[in-house]
């Protein structure tokens, strides 16, 4: 299983698959710079691709064209676009656990098709206009995510900070394992950790408390093995005691203790000192 | 009229004899019945106590003066020993409480006389704070007579403190400035986030503090970045100076501070930040001045 990247990433190069980007943009024509790279990539790793924005399939064919691989992807089939207004009328709110299982019958026909896993680089703002759509969106962010850890599926899931604002781009954002600059301090994501519920990286303080408890409701951890939520914190630089608590919350609403596997020794001092019950730091000799 | 929970007097000793009367009278009770007894002191004044009193499982000495590490760890520490001794039905303690003339520092110490008469009054404890009319100078005698109740004299006799002030009104001492802060910061940051105050703080702390210590400190800054910025007002400036022997952290805003003269020295219900400052290994000072509330970070290297 590839190392997925995790954190602040500046542009969409040489990520493998199984990586789940959310890339935001203030300039369309940077975005879909961005998409050609990364899709390139991918059909040179032998992937099928799939461009996913709104536009008519043309237009959007065109966009690849301006890569000779992704040309000649688009040729041979190893490149596909699609119009993300035909499959969505306006409004339309996904369907999350659907929208998994489409990417996953996509993958597994990739597969057979002789490619090595899918990618997909999807404009997606359309899809998170109002309240009900930012959160059937962000349910689905995270059950792909949780996917894609373990399968040989890669996205770059591209937002319109013009459009969206930053509140909402780091509701989105905190959801995969990899963003660009400023979208999100923290990260709530799939894992291929053996008996982890999910990963948990970057910064988890005060400046964003409530988004980090809507991020572990969305996630709806639970135990994989045993009677703990394992949480892989390997990339958990830091972790303040309004972020601990609410994982005591969530332990104590599961009725399971949680785990930070590899946390910061930080985050076991606040929890000695404090007393938080039901949250451990482990892996580390604290 | 039952006794009150916490029991708070002061005492002044010109002698060992007159230490001696005045512990000894303190602990009759507690000798007589087989209260708990706690007792923190030097060694060399364990060692004295040891002497004048039965060997008795009842008395918990700390020796080397351990228990007085920080006021809030103090308190915290002490409130632990009582839950611990919940069957009692009344805890004896004494204890000797830093201040210049007994080579420790009174600004801050001021604060825990303060806070220990509301902090440990849901305890049946007795205390007595017996001070060197010697070395205590007239500001420590001021402030230990303006934060106990009575005081007990070597006659027997215990008197009400006419200028005893209620913990809600004290108002702390001013903390000794700290020389480095005349010298150019290291680094200087306006209206950090949290995590920024702790990315530079980290860096630049790496290679002078042991782990242990440096974690203390990015807890510290994280928590004092983070009220700052939420409780008090802009411009937040945090600053941070290196001495050869000590690392200094200040993080100032604008605002007023915490209208608790005692925050962070009792853990609240709620909102725990300052409290948690107050319980790592560092030496933490909140004050005002005409700039606004500063809360600052000491740790040795």
Known sequence: ?286 | MSEPGFIHDCGFYASDTEFRTLLLGHLEPALAGGAPIILAYSDHRTAQIRRWLPDTAAVTYFGGRKLYASPARTIAAYRRMFTERAEATRIYIAGDVPHEGNGGTFAGWDRYEAAVNTAWDDFPVHGLCLYDAVTSSARVRDVVERTHPHTRRPSGARLPNPGYTEPAAYRALAPAPDALTTTEPLVTLSDPRPHEARRVVAALVADRLTPGTAEDLLIGVSEAVTNANHHGRLPIVLRLWTGHDRVLVQVSDRGPGPSDPLAGLVRPAGRAGLWLVHQLDLDVDLFNDQEGFTVRLRCYT
């Open chain 1, 1 to 286: 299983m590839s190392r997925r990247v995790s954190g602040v990433v500046e542009n969409c190069r040489d990520l493998g698959i199984q990586n789940h980007l959310c890339w935001c943009y203030t300039e369309p024509g940077e975005f879909r710079a961005r998409a050609v790279e990364y899709l390139a990539d991918g059909v040179l790793a032998g992937e099928r691709v799939i461009y996913v924005a709104a536009g008519d399939p043309e237009v959007l064919a065109g966009t690849l064209r301006t890569s000779p691989v992704l040309a000649r992807a688009l040729d041979s089939g190893r490149a596909l676009v699609s119009d993300v207004t035909a499959a969505y009328s306006a409004g339309a709110v996904v369907d999350p656990r659907a929208q998994v299982d489409a990417y996953a019958a996509l993958t597994a026909q990739a597969l057979d098709d002789g490619c090595t896993g899918l990618r997909v680089a999807a404009e997606v703002t359309s899809l998170v206009r109002t309240r009900p759509q930012q959160e059937a969106f962000a349910t689905y962010e995270h059950l792909v995510d949780q996917y894609m850890a373990r399968h040989p599926f890669g996205a770059m899931c591209a937002y319109d900070r013009t459009v969206l604002g930053d509140e909402v781009i780091a509701e989105l954002a905190c959801l995969h394992p990899a963003a660009s600059r400023g979208a999100t301090g923290f990260w709530l994501c799939g894992t291929g950790r053996p008996g982890c519920a999910a990963a948990v990286g970057g910064d988890v303080d005060r400046t964003d408390p409530d988004r980090w408890r809507r991020a572990l409701a969305r996630a709806d951890l639970h135990p994989v093995i045993g009677d703990e939520i394992l949480l892989d914190a390997a990339d958990l630089a830091f972790i303040d005691h309004h972020g601990l608590i609410a994982l005591a919350d969530l332990a104590f609403t599961r009725g399971a203790p949680v785990v930070l596997l590899d946390g910061p020794r930080s985050a076991a001092r606040t929890i000695e000192i404090l007393r938080i019950p039901l949250v451990t730091v482990g892996g580390i000799d604290v």
